[in-house]
């Protein structure tokens, strides 16, 4: 088993910052990818950005150059920094991860909120 806990959500205006973090705790050896997804109302959840052990990094097309995905594998930390925010990126965003043992797990979830 593996826990997430997710930080760092808020409310921005358009073209601020803004830097999620999640730890994870658990069963973290297991671990061999950690990433993020985002799902706005309405809307199916849909992948952000994740980060393999081996150091690869994969982005949705709609965030490339604009967010950054980095991993702290000492504190077992994802962190995904998000510049230059626009409205569309408002959603709940949720860490994720998955395992040696292929079922996923998932955080609670942090909101961010981009007002124009």
């Known amino acids: 088993q593996v826990q997430l806990v997710e930080s760092g959500g808020g409310l921005v205006q358009a073209g601020g910052s803004l830097r999620l973090s999640c730890a994870a705790s658990g069963s973290t050896f297991s671990i061999n990818a950690m990433g993020w997804y985002r799902q706005a109302p309405g809307k199916q959840r849909e992948l952000v950005a994740i980060i393999y052990n081996i150091g690869f990094t994969k982005y949705a097309d709609s965030v490339q150059g604009r967010f950054t995905i980095s991993r702290d594998n000492a504190k077992n930390t994802v962190y995904l920094q998000m510049n230059s925010l626009k409205p569309e990126d408002t959603a709940v965003y949720y860490c994720?991860?998955?395992?040696?043992?292929?079922?996923?797990?998932w955080g609670q979830g942090t909101q961010v909120t981009v007002s124009s």
């Open positions: 994720t991860t998955t395992t040696t043992a292929g079922d996923p797990y």
